[in-house]
């Protein structure tokens, strides 16, 4: 197998080269064995320069990194190239341009040839972290490598599985080895409330995606890096998921992983230099370069996508503008290349517990549907990933037990704006008479919390009806609000609909009950939800169709998460099926309990 593989990139390689004479001036060969000889120097050259390379420019910092990964190639090709008898180059420009035209032509090479084929991508991580694994020394104590497929619903993923488009997954479900269960991520249904708990246990530190705090005037959004620090110091006592020895990839919070890497919480801490893993994957024409190749071609087909959902007049759709072209390739492609090789890195470093969040199906059901034909094609691109990463732990120094588990769902619909012309902050901005001076409004998918910045604490109903008598009566009988919650000086906490009301206190309802078809769930989430620290004065949930399963979000997302209606709520976790039963877990603070205690049963006493 590796001689096969040898000799296609030998191959491959002289291919990438001979295209390159033909069509760029300046490099030249006599015939073509000598065009196989230099792609054979070339590559033998880099295999044995690269991983000293990779040490040298890291301790040299980033600029190093990226001049290296821009020019390390070119030099070597040049030198090649100038050394070599038979082939001749003019420059070094021409050498520059030579180089990344072959390293381009070898990538879109590589993945005609090697598409659908088991073991490749193994076989090259288990090579490059081969003097990793060699110094750690093997132990019969289980791992735990915890993948996180963020928005995955339930239902979709039983769907999937079913129709056979997650064949790694199936394979262990079938087997027996997994079993796949359902939890409820509550109010707010966002990947930072359900991994403040998940890897803190700390939920209730995070009433939604963004949110305003009137004690510091400050718009708190999780997906920036201050800010997600800010919430990871509230939610942190030292007992994260992650605290023994853990490592956090690609999260929004650490887990308190003494090993942090590409996670928002702890990117401002971080050091100023490149990680050596950055390095290897940077200088590595398996690494980037072949990521950009893909990422190309990750754009076209976006840009094919689109423009078929719109000859084909598919409802709901959005506009997919150009920044999130680029945001789907980096996502789906550049990414996660990046998260399989610091997972590979991990899991031959043998550390005890790994958590992973790969945000690609999130970021495209976002903005194509959460069950369109290109968020599903980036759900079986996660189950490749998952066959890799099995392949690469059967080589770990110790054994690891996989679970695979999601954030929260998706639900879909046309946004607030398609259907009614205007945002819900021009709504309640109109409603209250303010040019949006005095009043924020932070809209979290289909869930918005309203602020009156100029009165500190909590406004209530009486003083909400007092100074702005509009508002409440406006948004209630809109089409395209469900419901709002708001908290009484003499009632507390109530919930208004069109047709009716309900008191949270002793549940009893006035009218039709506003939180009907919202799950049975809803009650306890909004009575959660209003002892929150930062929950909005108003909290304002979009309608929900049961008939056609859609809610309206109030940010422009098609697939959207964060309020209640439909399968946002409904997450899935799936877990070894020799580990106890879940049981109903209410909350992600439930599976970071249910988590912990399996970790803790595959410790040794002692």
Not at 74 to 84: G, W
Not at 234 to 262: E, I, M, W
Not at 328 to 348: C, K, P
Not at 423 to 432: K, R, S, W
């Amino acid at each position: 197998m590796r001689v096969t593989a040898l000799v296609a990139t030998v191959v491959l390689g002289a291919a990438a080269l001979g295209l390159t004479i033909v069509v760029l001036p300046g490099v030249s060969a006599d015939n073509a064995w000598a065009v196989v000889g230099v792609a054979t120097l070339i590559g033998l050259a880099g295999a044995l320069l690269r991983p000293a390379l990779v040490r040298l420019l890291s301790a040299a910092g980033w600029a190093a990194v990226v001049c290296g990964w821009l020019l390390a190639q070119a030099l070597l090709v040049y030198v090649v190239l100038d050394l070599a008898p038979g082939v001749h180059v003019d420059g070094l420009g021409a050498a520059f341009g030579a180089a990344w035209l072959g390293a381009g032509l070898m990538s879109a090479g590589l993945w005609v040839v090697t598409a659908g084929q088991d073991g490749v991508v193994t076989q090259r991580l288990l090579r490059i972290n081969r003097r990793i694994r060699a110094s750690v020394p093997a132990t019969d104590v289980p791992g735990v490598l915890i993948v996180q497929i963020d928005g995955l619903s339930a239902p979709l993923a039983r769907w999937a599985v079913e129709a056979g488009n997650l064949p790694a997954l199936g394979r262990r479900l079938a087997a027996g080895t997994h079993t796949m269960t359902e939890w409820y991520a509550q109010l707010p249904a966002t990947t930072p409330a359900s991994q403040a708990g998940i890897l803190h246990g700390a939920s209730d530190q995070v009433p939604a995606f963004r949110w305003y705090e009137k004690d510091t005037a400050r718009l708190v959004v999780t997906n920036h890096p201050r800010d997600a620090a800010l919430v990871e110091a509230r939610c942190s006592d030292g007992q994260g998921l992650l605290a023994g020895g853990g490592v956090s990839v690609s999260n929004v919070f650490s887990g308190d992983a003494p090993t942090s890497l590409l996670t928002m919480s702890t990117a401002r801490r971080a050091s100023d230099g490149p990680r050596t893993y950055v390095s290897t994957y940077l200088l590595d024409p398996f690494g980037l370069t072949r990521s950009l190749v893909l990422t190309g071609g990750e754009i076209l087909k976006e840009l094919y996508q689109a423009r078929r959902q719109r000859l084909r007049r598919v409802r709901p759709r959005m506009h997919r503008a150009w920044s999130y072209v680029l945001l789907r390739g980096a996502t789906n492609v550049a990414l996660r290349h990046l998260n399989l090789a610091v997972l590979a890195e991990q899991l031959m470093r043998g550390k005890p517990v790994i958590y992973c969040d790969f945000v690609d199906y999130d970021e495209i059901a976002h903005h194509a549907g959460p069950a369109r034909p290109e968020s599903l094609a980036a759900l079986e691109g996660i189950d490749a990933t998952l066959a890799v990463l099995e392949e690469v732990a059967a080589a770990a120094p110790r054994p690891y037990h996989l679970v695979v588990l999601s954030d929260h769902g998706q639900s879909q619909g046309a946004t607030f704006a398609q259907r009614h012309g205007e945002t819900v902050e021009a709504l309640v901005t109109g409603l209250a008479g303010t040019r949006e001076e005095g009043v924020v409004v932070a809209a979290s998918g289909n869930l918005a919390l309203i602020y009156f910045t100029e009165r500190p604490g909590r406004v209530t109903l009486e003083q909400i009806e007092e100074g702005w008598p509009d508002l409440l009566p406006g948004l209630i009988t809109h089409p395209g609000v469900g419901w709002v919650l708001v908290r009484s000086e003499r009632e507390g906490p109530i919930v208004l609909g069109p047709d009716g009301r309900r008191w949270l206190d002793d549940d009893h309802v006035e009218g039709t009950d506003p939180l009907h078809g919202f799950g049975p769930h809803a009650a306890d989430d909004l009575r959660r939800h209003d002892r929150l620290a930062h929950t909005g004065d108003l909290v304002v949930n979009s309608v929900w169709d049961p008939a056609t399963q859609e809610v309206a979000a109030f940010e422009d997302l098609i697939g959207c998460h964060g309020g209640l209606g439909g399968a946002q709520s409904r997450a899935v976790l799936i877990h070894p099926s020799g580990w106890d039963p879940p049981g109903d877990l209410v909350g992600a603070d439930e599976v970071y309990r249910y988590l912990l205690g399996s970790l803790k049963k595959l410790t040794p006493p002692g």
